[in-house]
């Protein structure tokens, strides 16, 4: 059956659809802008609480619970209808931003981030959904390419607004501007978006959904067992990690069963599809995992303000757009995207093993250029796991195929994150450097570190330095893994996009 002929879209004024669109936008940059926004802002608020051996949970804990949910999102929409359950997580989202402005110690930050993130996750997926709705199919692509944008300026703005506002206001500031942003949206959403009453009643996999978040918050929660617990070999984490190999096993026989599975098992058989998921994982560990702490690094061993540390993030947004621009047209030619992977990869295992190698005094163009390197990195291999999964999975479980790739690049990020927290959080407690009258070097805030005597600033960026030598090196480890899994892509050709070469 045509598309075209039976698609009815929920809203006809066209003035009134894009001022939907509008309010949609303003969610989307809301969302994503939270996880960008606070990343400059991290060290003023470590410097508040202290516990920076639990710096990486404020990033981790939204990332986590924003893919734990995503899954269920989208069905419950086709449950409920778009309409409420998006207003639910839009209303989720705005009162976990007030109760991280609010916040009272790390603890309940970190709790209150978790909050935002069930909220988040439903935005997400809605945003699409709804789109799906408002637009017919030949419009459709032209109003996603305008979410991809907001997507990038919410790279780009999110540090240097976090960092701006932070010096001025203070880092709550950051949060509590989401409430009436939040609240205007779900007017706007109320009265302008009409009610569709969906007539599917998709079968949900919940038990599958429930069983993977398990395994994921198992992962996170035994990387970061050295502060959590005292050690990496506790039986605590012991335990934890017994938890995640249980619900894992449980999760392969439950998806085997479920009539419309999270992820259908028989995908894995697919090598290209198993690969792109490693690749995946890896990229959003060096990609996502890495925007707080390259704010840590900067703020830490150079003396930049939050504001200022903030504008280094512009060569890094501006090396994704670069890297993703070219990628997109050159692939569109040739059909061919294993290249791409592979020198995206290259290009940032190359930028992590330089940075691994800074001292203190490194002067701050040098940092930037190997963030725009990595940025071009980013970007080269930004649409490889979609476009390759999409190419490689039967037509039924495209959807599922790509819900998998946002699934594990979000998790690569909350597990990576976790990861370099522990490491920050060991080598700096173990670094003993002693600074009479100013406290522990972890409850400095930038403000803070820059008053010290010289001397003391010194010991302070040579401590940080040598805590991210060994993160630096993770990094580019997590790289290497990537990188090995892209070059044993099949060489794939993707359909229709170039004429097949005349036989010599």
């Known amino acids: 059956m045509d598309m075209q002929a039976t698609f009815q879209p929920l809203v006809t004024d066209p003035r009134r659809k894009i001022i939907l669109f509008l309010f949609l936008m303003t969610a989307m940059f809301m969302a994503t802008l939270d996880n960008q926004i606070v990343s400059t802002a991290l060290p003023t608020i470590v410097g508040e609480f ?4 639990r710096f990486g949970w404020i990033g981790s804990a939204y990332l986590l619970s924003l893919s734990a949910v995503m899954p269920l999102y989208g069905k419950l929409g086709d449950l409920f209808g778009r309409k409420y359950v998006m207003m639910t997580a839009i209303a989720i989202f705005t009162v976990g931003s007030a109760v991280c402005g609010l916040a009272v110690s790390m603890d309940t930050l970190i709790a209150a981030r978790v909050l935002q993130g069930l909220g988040g996750g439903g935005i997400m997926v809605s945003i699409f959904s709804v789109n799906a709705d408002l637009f017919e199919p030949r419009e459709r692509a032209r109003y996603q390419s305008y979410s991809s944008l907001v997507l990038m300026a919410s790279g780009a703005i999110g540090p240097v607004l976090g960092g701006t506002m932070s010096d ?5 500031s950051i949060f509590l501007v989401n409430i009436p942003i939040g609240v205007i949206v779900l007017l706007g959403l109320a ?3 009409p009610y569709r009453k969906p007539h599917r009643r998709p079968k949900i996999d919940y038990a599958g959904a429930l069983l993977l978040a398990t395994v994921t918050t198992s992962i996170v929660i035994a990387a970061d067992g050295s502060s959590l617990f005292g050690s990496l070999f506790s039986p605590q984490t012991a335990i934890v990690l017994a938890i995640g190999i249980v ?4 999760w392969v026989f439950v998806e085997r069963k479920a009539s419309e599975p999270i992820v259908p098992i028989p995908l894995f058989r697919n090598s290209t599809f198993t690969l792109l998921l490693i690749i ?14 390259f704010a840590l690094f900067l703020q830490t061993t150079t003396g930049l303000s939050p504001s ?9 947004t501006g090396g994704i757009v670069c890297g993703s621009i070219s990628a997109g047209r050159i692939i569109s030619r040739t059909g061919r995207y294993k290249p791409f992977a592979v020198a995206s990869l290259t290009i940032s295992t190359f930028a992590f093993a330089v940075l691994s190698q800074l001292h203190y005094g490194t002067p701050g163009w040098v940092v930037g250029l190997l963030m725009l390197l990595h940025g071009i990195g980013i970007g080269l291999a930004q649409q490889v796991p979609v476009i390759g999964v999409q190419n490689a999975a039967p037509a039924r479980d495209v959807g599922a195929a790509t819900g998998s790739v946002t699934l594990s690049r979000m998790g690569g990020a909350s597990i990576a994150i976790s990861i370099y927290g522990a490491i920050i959080g060991a080598s700096i407690g173990a670094s003993h450097v002693v600074l009479p009258g100013a406290g522990r070097i972890e409850e400095l805030t930038p403000k803070m570190m820059a008053a010290l005597p010289e001397a003391s600033r010194i010991l302070v960026q040579e401590a940080y330095a040598a805590a991210f030598s060994p993160l630096f090196m993770t990094s580019c480890a997590m790289g290497l893994v990537g990188l090995i899994a892209a070059i044993m892509l099949k060489p794939v050709q993707l359909p229709g996009i170039v004429k097949a070469a005349p036989a010599e």
């Open 308 to 316: 200022a540390a903030g504008g280094f993030f512009i060569l890094l």
């Open 168 to 172: 001025l206001f203070g880092w709550r």
């Open 191 to 193: 009265w302008m978006l």
């Open 280 to 293: 995946s994982v890896m990229s959003g560990g060096i990609a996502i995992g890495m925007a707080n702490y």
């Open 247 to 250: 619900a894992a096993s449980l």
């Open 50 to 53: 202290g516990h920076i051996e």
